[in-house]
């Protein structure tokens, strides 16, 4: 009765006295393939132990197949090569090279490629320009190329700029230079002549010299003269400007003061509208009808046709049947509906049935 542990078909048969025998047929699973398969809670294992038959060697690695190439696209020998390139005997240092079937290009001969040439020290900025200074003429001084053209250029600048020293500095000795700065060019810096640019500045110096004190008030230099004169600046003395500002003030100190309200309500300026639309009586109206409506919140018990309101103080009974509540604010926010009875001694209003129980603090009015 207790050999449930064997692996296999399992039948266990059930007979109570009094009764037929039962029985109940069972598969008993290794722990692995029932947590796998029915639980859910591992991974079926399924460990390989041999290939086409023949048992699999224990790999270097767990996890991890040992892989021995022996052809690639069916080549034996392409395998072995491979081998002799990566294996430490011929591309990793022996004596194999990996030849490379390609012909010469600008003078480099890839067939030659080494793995010396390969593997070499990455040269230094320093190192790649003093190469290419170094580098001899020939072979680049050919028509087209851009070596012989700089070349030219290079030499042109050398004869168009010889003896730029001393006086040929000032554009007599140097045809190059004669048109842009010459002896005659020169003498338009001279602060002597009338008319260059020294002596012009000068006269600019001379004529703006001493703007400070009664200087920048337009009496000491001309070229002021049109912007800030006397003149023009008694337009801003006591007299004038300050005069109209104070004309300014008085007359809104005597006029504005009357038509604001002494006091403001809230922050606001109290107002109050004597007609609308030009109509006296539309505003009288309003007041009327407007000054009548309650505006109260619910503070009790209510339900979709009753509320009660603690304000509602009145003593009379039905006091508000026949108004009618809107709320303003909570889920029935614009609901309207009829009163039908109050009732004094509670503050309960009762109403046609809204569509949901208005909430504690929803407020409304009554018109």
């Not at 500002?245 to 100190?253: A, E, M, V």
Request: with cysteine; charged share 15%; net charge negative.
């Amino acid at each position: 009765a207790t050999d449930t542990g064997t692996l296999g078909y399992l039948r266990v048969w059930c007979h109570v006295t009094g009764a037929l025998a039962v029985y109940k047929d069972f598969m008993v699973l290794p722990a692995n393939v029932y947590d796998s398969l029915v639980a859910g809670s591992d991974l079926l294992q399924t460990d390989e132990t041999q290939l086409l038959g023949t048992a699999i060697s224990t790999p270097a690695t767990a996890g991890l197949h040992d892989v021995n190439v022996r052809q690639i696209s069916t080549d034996a020998t392409a395998a072995d090569n491979c081998e002799l390139m990566f294996d430490g005997t011929g591309y990793a240092g022996g004596t194999a090279k990996l030849n490379v079937n390609v012909a010469a290009q600008d003078n480099i001969d890839f067939g030659a490629l080494q793995k010396a040439s390969i593997t070499a020290a990455v040269p230094t900025a320093a190192v790649v320009a003093d190469a290419v200074w170094d580098e001899v003429v020939t072979g680049h001084d050919g028509a087209g190329k851009a070596g012989a053209q700089l070349w030219t250029d290079i030499d042109a600048i050398a004869v168009d700029v010889a003896g730029l020293d001393g006086a040929a500095m000032r554009g007599t000795d140097s045809a190059a230079l004669a048109s842009v700065c010459t002896e005659g060019r020169l003498s338009e810096l001279d602060a002597i002549t009338a008319g260059k640019m020294a002596y012009v500045a000068d006269v600019i110096a001379v004529d703006v010299a001493g703007l400070d004190g009664a200087a920048m008030r337009g009496t000491d230099s001309a070229a002021l003269a049109s912007v800030c004169t006397e003149g023009r600046l008694a337009e801003l003395d006591a007299a004038n400007l300050p005069t109209t500002t104070d004309s300014i003030l008085t007359d809104t100190g005597t006029t504005l003061d009357g038509r604001i309200p002494a006091a403001l309500v809230g922050g606001r300026m109290d107002s109050n509208a004597s007609a609308i639309a030009g109509v006296s009586a539309a505003a009288t109206n309003l007041a009327a009808s407007a000054g009548v409506i309650y505006i109260g919140s619910v503070t009790g018990a209510a339900s979709a046709t009753t509320l009660i309101d603690s304000a509602l103080t009145q003593a009379v009974a039905d006091f508000w049947k026949g108004r009618i509540v809107i709320f303003t604010s909570g889920t029935l926010k614009y609901q309207a509906t009829d009163i039908t009875a109050f009732d004094p001694a509670t503050d309960k209003l009762t109403f046609t049935a809204l569509t949901a129980a208005p909430g504690a603090g929803d407020t409304y009015v009554i018109v």
